[in-house]
């Protein structure tokens, strides 16, 4: 019995390695040929309710953790802006070409609703200003607030690698969560983009937003 089933088995394993082999992303780590940009701390500009000190909506972690908190009814980021709360940093590396990757391993605690936890800034003009943001809804990580764009339906409470890959002149983005790709969308044009991270209030949130981040990388290359 074993004798004539082996010819099989040999078979189903060379389908096996072929499919994987083939499969888009499979095990692909995103940032293959790319080039690492150096991130000194003076980079991270943090965004916050104007009127709070930084250490109340803020904490940088011994362990490198970034944490970042602000509740719906705070303060915008300087008085008279007509933007919700936020406490974010803008990474200060300002492209206007080429291929621009940002990595972080984010984590959202369970409750945080109606967020923005990560952004393309820069677009052609009003009424958008961002090229792509990430928000998180009800534990899901979605494309803005496009509930047929999910990049990841269980979000909550736990460690994620998010690659966000930008290839300008293509105006094209891609979307990776633990190196699998998740999602491919157009940009918005812009002479000029940066990425941000952190929480930003968006539609229907709740009164207290969180996210955590770490190992925060920047890449790039000429084309892709």
């Not at 980079?43 to 953790?65: I, S, T, W």
């Not at 736990?158 to 969308?185: C, K, M, P």
């Not at 937003?209 to 000429?222: A, G, H, L, P, Q």
Request: hydrophobic share 35%; glycine share 8%.
């Amino acid at each position: 019995m074993g004798k004539r089933l082996t010819p099989w088995i040999s078979v189903l394993v060379v389908l096996s390695t072929l499919w994987h082999s083939c499969s888009p992303a499979a095990g692909a780590d995103p940032t293959a040929g790319f080039t690492a940009v150096e991130i000194t701390e003076d980079r991270f500009k943090l965004h916050k309710p104007y009127d709070l000190p930084q250490e109340q909506r803020y904490e940088l972690r011994a362990d490198g953790v970034r944490r970042f908190w602000v509740y719906c009814d705070d303060k915008p980021f300087h008085a008279g802006s007509p933007t919700k709360p936020r406490s974010e940093i803008l990474l200060n590396i300002t492209y206007s070409s080429g291929v621009w990757q940002f990595e972080g391993h984010g984590y959202v605690p369970a409750g945080t609703t109606g967020v923005s936890v990560m952004q393309v800034f820069g677009a052609a003009g009003p009424p958008r200003n961002t090229t792509l943001m990430l928000h998180v809804y009800g534990g899901r990580l979605v494309y803005y607030n496009d509930e047929t764009k999910v990049v990841d339906g269980h979000i909550y409470d736990r460690w994620f690698r998010l690659n966000v890959v930008h290839d300008v002149q293509a105006s094209a983005l891609t979307v990776f969560i633990d190196g699998d790709e998740r999602l491919v969308v157009p940009g918005y044009g812009g002479d000029f983009h940066y990425f941000k991270f952190g929480v930003y209030t968006q539609t229907n949130p709740s009164h207290y937003m969180e996210s955590r981040w770490r190992d925060v990388k920047v890449y790039t290359k000429t084309s892709y």
